[in-house]
C-alpha cells in the first residue's frame, strides 16, 4: 500500500456539520409557540424546498457526475459530502413535515369534509415514504460511509457501492418530491 492509499486524517464530525441548518427547527418552533400561520408556512416553504433542491440535485447531477469519476476521487468527494449532509438532510425533512402536517390540522385540510383532505393524506404519505427512507435508509448508510472513512485504510469499494445506493435512493427521493410539487400546487389554489 502506498502513502497515497492512506487516508487524510478527518477534522472532527461536529466540525463539519452543517450547524446552521439547526435554525429551521428552532423558527418552527417559535412558530408553532406564537401560532403563526405565516411564519409556520415560511418555514415549511423553505425547509421543503431546500430538501427537495438538495435530492434532486444529489440523484440527478452528483450521482452521474461521481460515476464518471475515478474511485479515488468519487471517495474524496464523498468524504467531503457526507459530513456536510448528516444534520441538513434529517433536519430539512423532518422540518417540512412537522410544518406541513401541522400547517394542514391547523388550516383545516385534515377535516374529511375538507376540499383538500385526500391530497393532504397524498402528501402526507409521501412526506411519511420519504422520511422512512432517510431516517432508515440514508442516514444509516451515511453513519457506515463516515465510518469506514475514519479507518486508517479505508475500502474505496465499500464507500462506493454504499454511496451507490444513496444516489439512487435519492434520485428515487427526487422523484417523490417533484410528486410532492405537484400536489402542492393544488393547495396553492
Given at each position: 500500500?502506498?502513502?497515497a492509499?492512506?487516508?487524510?486524517?478527518?477534522?472532527?464530525?461536529?466540525?463539519?456539520?452543517?450547524?446552521?441548518?439547526?435554525a429551521?427547527?428552532?423558527?418552527?418552533?417559535?412558530?408553532?409557540?406564537?401560532?403563526?400561520?405565516?411564519?409556520?408556512?415560511?418555514v415549511?416553504?423553505?425547509?421543503?424546498?431546500?430538501?427537495?433542491?438538495?435530492?434532486?440535485?444529489?440523484?440527478?447531477?452528483?450521482?452521474?457526475?461521481?460515476?464518471?469519476?475515478?474511485?479515488?476521487?468519487?471517495?474524496?468527494?464523498?468524504?467531503?459530502?457526507?459530513?456536510?449532509?448528516?444534520?441538513y438532510?434529517?433536519?430539512?425533512?423532518?422540518?417540512?413535515?412537522?410544518?406541513?402536517?401541522?400547517?394542514?390540522?391547523?388550516?383545516?385540510?385534515?377535516?374529511?369534509?375538507?376540499?383538500?383532505?385526500?391530497?393532504?393524506?397524498v402528501?402526507?404519505?409521501?412526506?411519511?415514504?420519504?422520511?422512512?427512507?432517510?431516517?432508515?435508509l440514508?442516514?444509516?448508510n451515511?453513519?457506515?460511509?463516515?465510518?469506514?472513512?475514519?479507518?486508517?485504510?479505508?475500502?474505496?469499494?465499500?464507500?462506493?457501492?454504499?454511496?451507490?445506493?444513496?444516489?439512487?435512493?435519492?434520485?428515487?427521493?427526487?422523484?417523490?418530491q417533484?410528486?410532492?410539487?405537484?400536489?402542492?400546487?393544488?393547495?396553492?389554489?
Amino acid at each position: 500500500m502506498t502513502k497515497a492509499d492512506t487516508a487524510q486524517p478527518m477534522p472532527p464530525l461536529w466540525r463539519q456539520l452543517t450547524w446552521w441548518i439547526l435554525a429551521f427547527p428552532l423558527v418552527m418552533i417559535i412558530a408553532m409557540a406564537i401560532q403563526s400561520v405565516y411564519l409556520l408556512n415560511w418555514v415549511h416553504v423553505l425547509s421543503g424546498v431546500l430538501w427537495t433542491g438538495a435530492d434532486l440535485f444529489m440523484g440527478f447531477i452528483i450521482g452521474p457526475v461521481l460515476r464518471a469519476l475515478d474511485l479515488r476521487t468519487r471517495t474524496t468527494v464523498i468524504a467531503y459530502l457526507v459530513p456536510r449532509t448528516l444534520l441538513y438532510f434529517p433536519i430539512v425533512a423532518l422540518t417540512a413535515g412537522t410544518a406541513g402536517w401541522t400547517l394542514a390540522t391547523w388550516l383545516g385540510f385534515m377535516d374529511p369534509d375538507s376540499p383538500m383532505y385526500s391530497w393532504s393524506l397524498v402528501s402526507l404519505g409521501l412526506v411519511l415514504i420519504m422520511t422512512v427512507i432517510g431516517l432508515a435508509l440514508l442516514l444509516p448508510n451515511n453513519l457506515r460511509i463516515w465510518m469506514e472513512l475514519r479507518r486508517p485504510s479505508p475500502d474505496r469499494e465499500r464507500i462506493s457501492r454504499i454511496n451507490r445506493v444513496n444516489i439512487w435512493l435519492a434520485g428515487a427521493q427526487g422523484v417523490m418530491q417533484v410528486l410532492m410539487i405537484l400536489i402542492m400546487a393544488h393547495f396553492a389554489f
